[in-house]
């Protein structure tokens, strides 16, 4: 049968707003992929889930994104994995209501070991600042009715529409860091379009004064960023392609 999993992985993070790990074990879940049933609580969390990826066939994470992030929406599809895994995969994000489609080149992470191991797997990002809001919801609960029936488990819900706009794929994403600590001041927001050498942001320190300041590489479109002011040397700035 198909299934689609659905459900808060790890309660004890939501519960204790922990913005990254798991709370007893302080480990991020998302990271210890694929599996190890003799490890501590996130490890045998992680093996878990990869149990239940490997009885479906077809596996859906959906994120909220980090208290320190702010997104716009989009879904990761898998790179690395058979070829018809992949493109199963990408057919079914297509369905969705998110502007942009971005392929990984990760082999770690939840969707990532599923697709591996053989079940078409996506990751669907929205929201983020550790806020909620019912749009967010109720999109998301449109995105799952659209995904059970490109799977044929279900027929769309009486007056659901399927997705009209077009759907932008990023093969090739930049993933920003911080390469000195201090206070991030980003002048970009999520969903913004950049061009090449424009300045996403700088860093200064508790002074005021300009560490080091940031351009894009490349044009693209900004998918998600920190938002927080304090950084550090290597936590990520921003995403974009």
Not at 23 to 28: A, L, T
Not at 178 to 191: D, F, K, N, R
Request: glycine share 8%; aromatic share 8%; with cysteine.
């Amino acid at each position: 049968s198909t299934r689609i999993d659905e459900k808060i992985a790890n309660r004890a993070r939501e519960e204790t707003r922990l913005a990254d790990d798991v709370n007893e074990d302080g480990k991020d879940l998302n990271r210890v992929f694929p599996r190890n049933a003799a490890g501590r609580m996130a490890e045998r969390l992680a093996y878990s889930l990869a149990r239940m990826q490997e009885k479906s066939d077809f596996n859906v994470d959906m994120h909220g994104g980090d208290l320190h992030e702010s997104m716009y929406p989009f879904v990761f599809v898998p790179g690395v994995a058979e070829e018809h895994v992949v493109a199963a995969a990408s057919k079914a994000a297509q369905v969705l209501s998110v502007p942009v489609r971005v392929r990984s080149k990760a082999t770690s992470g939840a969707y990532n070991s599923a697709a591996i191991n053989g079940t078409p797997s996506m990751l669907i990002e929205r929201g983020g600042n550790g806020r909620w809001f019912r749009e967010e919801v109720e999109a998301y609960k449109r995105d799952i009715y659209a995904i059970m029936a490109h799977l044929g488990i279900m027929s769309l819900p009486e007056g659901a529409t399927e997705r009209q706009q077009e759907q932008r794929e990023i093969t090739a994403p930049v993933y920003l860091e911080a390469t000195v600590g201090g206070c991030w001041y980003p002048a970009v927001s999520p969903g913004d379009s950049v061009c090449s050498g424009e300045i996403l942001g700088e860093i200064r320190n508790v002074f005021g004064e300009v560490q080091h300041t940031y351009c894009a590489e490349k044009d693209g479109i900004v998918l998600y960023m920190t938002v927080s002011l304090a950084v550090s040397d290597g936590v990520p700035l921003v995403a974009y392609g």
